[in-house]
């Protein structure tokens, strides 16, 4: 193996760190295909620029000769693998960021997994990015992923971009299949809204034209890589951005001091200013502006700092803080971008978490206006979103709260969903605008509440939702539990799967999709008949978590008596009241539950029935009998709380 001396000398900290406030800064992530060679185009950059040290020389040879891919030289990529799966697999699974400098500017590079099971790491890098370096491998040229990392990168506000034509070498130089490569990208990016975009080729693993001009490349008359991220010129846009300051949490260390907490995601504030809660829209202006060194006058975007209000408003985390004649929106619908990120498909009505800034809510989309065709542009239908699919959707949160569209603020304009149940990041949203028929639609006040409706019946109103395989007996226990309510004198009524699926739901199918919006709108239905009053007996099989959660949500605490009909598959087999068990096993009928599509039982019900061997008459009388414990209904028409 060939060895290469050290590159980077003793320097004095203080003068470095000196000479380095002056400079403009640069945010870069490199991003395209598997394999097309970002991580040895950043340890090229890396070495050149002499930021490699005899330590991290001598760890590389060792690394290079046990993981390395280029024979017995030193494997540059292997400065930014830094995962052992990375390294082990040749890949980059995770985002790896890296600080370099010149004499002109200050960088750090984010280089981004190529792999496609990874497209969310790549998101994650590009949010924060002022250029992109989209590599393609000279010989494959563009390719799907290499497409979907440009429109992701133009979707999320990357202004400038850079498509390195890299391997060159592999294909000796060749001018023409760089022009055909750089022709294929100018009719493909011509759509995309960049400042600047430039086309260089290259040889990361060479180092031609990547810090200095390559005779080899002698008919390339443009700038090396490192001249144009030198020079290329960056807006200001953010900071001159109207003022912004998301509230992550309420300082109170004693009782003389209130302030909040945050950092600056926009503009600027200065003492004195007034500043609006943009939700409630109480005003205040600005006492203080709090730092560990003491306070100061102004607070600029990016910085972190406690601000303390002249007056006394109720604020807490998740509030923004804005200039009183420059406020963001506040709704609780919008329309936004996504771009899905889940193995698990995205299905319109399913709740999940939404969190912008600082603020977590419950959210759902309510619409998938269109999914859009990454090597086309071309916009499509869809009832769901799978992994990596990008989307245009209309969605609806359980409150309001504030935002910006995110071509004014990538902060306070941007959102993850996370799912309930995993807590896993499935989604990366870009809100659009809000949409105006939430800011029309208001709850009316009534002076009759269920509370009401429900004494008069002389019953705590509440939904018994019936869950289980088809034959587990759900419908056949519900219908008992209402006659013996009935006999109460209880005034109730029951919702069953197949008796909604000839009205309300007639429409629906069978897809996973139609399941989630099929239990969304009985859990609607529900709402209304517990506000009416009523004891509401559910029977659905609703087979997934999210959905019986969504349901669960939409009431208040003690409304919602989960009821897991317990029935092993052998026995709804047995059983097969409709014969659609052996219609499923033969093929005739799709996505039934137990068989083709998956049900996700209760893991922490309210009452768990275990049916075998027991007798409906039994299993009714402890759903009553739970009932009474409970305080649901009394023994005479007396209300028991």
Same mark, same amino acid.
Request: with cysteine; glycine share 8%.
């Given at each position: 193996?060939?060895?290469?001396?050290?590159?980077?000398?003793?320097?004095?900290?203080?003068?470095?760190?000196?000479?380095?406030?002056?400079?403009?800064?640069?945010?870069?992530?490199?991003?395209?295909?598997?394999?097309?060679?970002?991580?040895?185009?950043?340890?090229?950059?890396?070495?050149?620029?002499?930021?490699?040290?005899?330590?991290?020389?001598?760890?590389? %040879?060792?690394?290079? &000769?046990?993981?390395? =891919?280029? *024979?017995?030289?030193? !494997? +540059? /990529?292997? @400065?930014?693998?830094?995962?052992?799966?990375?390294?082990?697999?040749?890949?980059?699974?995770?985002?790896?960021?890296?600080?370099?400098?010149?004499?002109?500017?200050?960088?750090?590079?984010?280089?981004?997994?190529?792999? %496609?099971?990874?497209? &969310?790491?790549?998101? =994650?890098? *590009?949010?924060?990015? !002022? +250029? /992109?370096? @989209?590599?393609?491998?000279?010989?494959?040229?563009?390719?799907?992923?290499?497409?979907?990392?440009?429109?992701?990168?133009?979707?999320?506000?990357?202004?400038?971009?850079?498509?390195?034509?890299?391997?060159?070498?592999?294909?000796?130089?060749?001018?023409?299949?760089?022009?055909?490569?750089?022709?294929?990208?100018?009719?493909?990016?011509?759509?995309?809204?960049?400042?600047?975009?430039?086309?260089?080729?290259?040889?990361?693993?060479?180092?031609?034209?990547?810090?200095?001009?390559?005779?080899?490349?002698?008919?390339?008359?443009?700038?090396?890589?490192?001249?144009?991220?030198?020079?290329?010129?960056?807006?200001?846009?953010?900071?001159?951005?109207?003022?912004?300051?998301?509230?992550?949490?309420?300082?109170?260390?004693?009782?003389?001091?209130?302030?909040?907490?945050?950092?600056?995601?926009?503009?600027?504030?200065?003492?004195?200013?007034?500043?609006?809660?943009?939700?409630?829209?109480?005003?205040?202006?600005?006492?203080?502006?709090?730092?560990?060194?003491?306070?100061?006058?102004?607070?600029?975007?990016?910085?972190?700092?406690?601000?303390?209000?002249?007056?006394?408003?109720?604020?807490?985390?998740?509030?923004?803080?804005?200039?009183?004649?420059?406020?963001?929106?506040?709704?609780?619908?919008?329309?936004?971008?996504?771009?899905?990120?889940?193995?698990?498909?995205?299905?319109?009505?399913?709740?999940?978490?939404?969190?912008?800034?600082?603020?977590?809510?419950?959210?759902?989309?309510?619409?998938?206006?269109?999914?859009?065709?990454?090597?086309?542009?071309?916009?499509?239908?869809?009832?769901?979103?799978?992994?990596?699919?990008?989307?245009?959707?209309?969605?609806?949160?359980?409150?309001?709260?504030?935002?910006?569209?995110?071509?004014?603020?990538?902060?306070?304009?941007?959102?993850?969903?996370?799912?309930?149940?995993?807590?896993?990041?499935?989604?990366?949203?870009?809100?659009?605008?809000?949409?105006?028929?939430?800011?029309?639609?208001?709850?009316?006040?009534?002076?009759?509440?269920?509370?009401?409706?429900?004494?008069?019946?002389?019953?705590?109103?509440?939904?018994?939702?019936?869950?289980?395989?088809?034959?587990?007996?759900?419908?056949?226990?519900?219908?008992?539990?209402?006659?013996?309510?009935?006999?109460?004198?209880?005034?109730?009524?029951?919702?069953?799967?197949?008796?909604?699926?000839?009205?309300?739901?007639?429409?629906?199918?069978?897809?996973?999709?139609?399941?989630?919006?099929?239990?969304?709108?009985?859990?609607?239905?529900?709402?209304?008949?517990?506000?009416?009053?009523?004891?509401?007996?559910?029977?659905?099989?609703?087979?997934?978590?999210?959905?019986?959660?969504?349901?669960?949500?939409?009431?208040?605490?003690?409304?919602?008596?989960?009821?897991?009909?317990?029935?092993?598959?052998?026995?709804?087999?047995?059983?097969?009241?409709?014969?659609?068990?052996?219609?499923?096993?033969?093929?005739?009928?799709?996505?039934?539950?137990?068989?083709?599509?998956?049900?996700?039982?209760?893991?922490?019900?309210?009452?768990?029935?275990?049916?075998?061997?027991?007798?409906?008459?039994?299993?009714?009388?402890?759903?009553?009998?739970?009932?009474?414990?409970?305080?649901?209904?009394?023994?005479?028409?007396?209300?028991?709380?």
């Amino acid at each position: 193996m060939n060895k290469i001396a050290p590159v980077a000398e003793a320097f004095d900290l203080s003068t470095y760190i000196n000479s380095q406030e002056s400079k403009s800064f640069l945010r870069f992530l490199t991003c395209g295909s598997v394999d097309d060679g970002k991580s040895t185009l950043i340890g090229r950059l890396l070495y050149d620029t002499k930021l490699i040290f005899e330590d991290q020389l001598a760890a590389l %040879e060792k690394d290079s &000769r046990k993981h390395g =891919t280029v *024979a017995d030289e030193i !494997d +540059l /990529a292997l @400065l930014v693998d830094g995962l052992e799966a990375e390294r082990e697999q040749g890949i980059t699974i995770d985002v790896a960021y890296r600080f370099f400098s010149t004499e002109k500017r200050k960088f750090i590079v984010a280089d981004t997994p190529g792999h %496609e099971q990874y497209t &969310r790491n790549m998101a =994650t890098g *590009a949010s924060t990015a !002022d +250029l /992109a370096i @989209l590599l393609v491998d000279a010989r494959n040229g563009l390719l799907t992923q290499t497409r979907r990392h440009a429109f992701i990168a133009s979707l999320l506000g990357v202004r400038h971009v850079v498509l390195a034509v890299n391997k060159i070498d592999l294909v000796d130089y060749d001018q023409k299949r760089f022009e055909e490569i750089k022709a294929d990208f100018e009719s493909f990016s011509s759509g995309f809204d960049f400042d600047s975009s430039e086309v260089i080729p290259l040889s990361a693993r060479f180092g031609d034209n990547v810090t200095t001009s390559s005779e080899k490349l002698s008919w390339f008359t443009g700038p090396t890589l490192l001249e144009h991220l030198e020079n290329v010129e960056l807006g200001e846009e953010h900071s001159e951005a109207a003022f912004r300051f998301p509230v992550q949490w309420v300082n109170r260390p004693n009782l003389d001091f209130r302030g909040y907490s945050g950092t600056v995601r926009g503009g600027s504030v200065n003492v004195g200013d007034e500043v609006v809660v943009a939700q409630s829209g109480k005003t205040s202006r600005v006492e203080k502006i709090v730092t560990m060194d003491g306070d100061q006058l102004r607070a600029d975007d990016g910085q972190s700092v406690t601000l303390t209000l002249a007056d006394e408003i109720d604020i807490s985390r998740g509030d923004v803080l804005a200039p009183a004649h420059s406020r963001p929106d506040v709704s609780d619908q919008f329309a936004a971008h996504l771009i899905w990120m889940s193995e698990n498909a995205m299905l319109p009505g399913r709740p999940y978490l939404l969190k912008c800034g600082t603020k977590t809510i419950g959210a759902s989309v309510t619409e998938i206006k269109h999914k859009v065709d990454v090597n086309t542009f071309d916009h499509h239908a869809a009832k769901q979103l799978a992994l990596n699919e990008i989307a245009f959707c209309n969605l609806a949160l359980s409150e309001a709260i504030a935002f910006d569209p995110y071509e004014a603020n990538r902060d306070t304009g941007s959102f993850i969903l996370i799912d309930r149940m995993t807590n896993e990041t499935v989604a990366a949203g870009l809100i659009w605008f809000g949409l105006r028929r939430a800011t029309n639609v208001h709850r009316q006040a009534l002076d009759v509440n269920k509370k009401a409706r429900g004494g008069l019946k002389g019953q705590k109103p509440a939904v018994l939702w019936f869950t289980g395989l088809s034959g587990s007996g759900k419908s056949t226990i519900a219908n008992a539990v209402e006659q013996k309510l009935l006999s109460l004198g209880r005034h109730t009524y029951l919702l069953d799967g197949d008796n909604v699926r000839h009205g309300l739901n007639k429409d629906l199918g069978f897809t996973d999709a139609d399941r989630v919006e099929n239990i969304r709108r009985v859990a609607e239905t529900s709402r209304l008949f517990v506000d009416a009053g009523l004891i509401t007996l559910v029977s659905f099989i609703s087979p997934f978590k999210a959905e019986r959660q969504l349901a669960r949500d939409l009431l208040d605490t003690d409304e919602f008596f989960e009821i897991f009909v317990d029935t092993t598959l052998e026995e709804c087999e047995t059983r097969d009241p409709k014969g659609l068990y052996a219609k499923a096993r033969k093929g005739e009928i799709s996505n039934f539950t137990g068989i083709d599509s998956a049900y996700e039982a209760p893991e922490a019900p309210e009452l768990h029935l275990k049916t075998a061997g027991r007798t409906v008459e039994a299993l009714a009388d402890e759903i009553v009998d739970r009932l009474l414990k409970d305080g649901y209904i009394g023994s005479d028409n007396t209300w028991v709380i």
